[in-house]
């Protein structure tokens, strides 16, 4: 499968992952368990890291300041096929339709993991973390 630019960007290796799970929150334990499937398929469909367009999508929604290039595409989501139901569908201009969209084509690397980092490393249930229940 051919992952856009943004989520083989937002791919965690083993050093990141390990950094993860080096905070000892409650998040940060539990993220790495809930990841261990998909580590698993990934190396066995040959992606070196966990994927994590999820995570991507909704830090990029929080935190606008990732997202480095945008692009206007024609995006169409397959509400009727049986083998394809769910799945994202882009005209890159072939077929001549308007832009209805705008996607996500770059993000600030750094600044993701930064993110990624900053938000596991926070205990939800700690009434005296102060990121715990408002990021700035």
């Known amino acids: 499968a051919d992952w ?3 989520v083989r960007q937002a791919v965690l290796d083993d ?3 390990a950094a993860i799970a080096g905070l000892g929150t409650p998040l940060s334990r539990f993220f ?4 261990g499937p998909t580590l698993d398929f990934n ?5 070196d890291g966990s994927t994590h367009p999820d995570l991507l999508t909704a830090l990029c929604l929080l935190e606008p300041r ?3 290039r945008t692009g206007r595409y024609r995006v169409e989501v397959e509400t009727h096929g049986t083998a394809t139901l769910g799945h994202s569908v882009f005209d890159w201009g072939v077929l001549g339709d ?4 705008t996607v996500v084509e770059e993000i600030d690397r750094p600044a993701f993991l930064r993110a990624v980092l ?3 490393a926070h205990d939800p249930h700690d009434p005296h973390d102060p990121g715990a229940h408002r990021r700035e």
Request: charged share 25%; net charge positive; no cysteine.
């Open 66 to 68: 990732l997202v480095r």
């Open 118 to 120: 900053d938000l596991f």
């Open 15 to 17: 050093a990141e992952r």
């Open 32 to 35: 790495t368990v809930v990841n």
């Open 98 to 101: 308007p832009p209805n969209a």
């Open 43 to 47: 190396r066995r469909v040959g992606i």
């Open 4 to 6: 856009s630019p943004p």
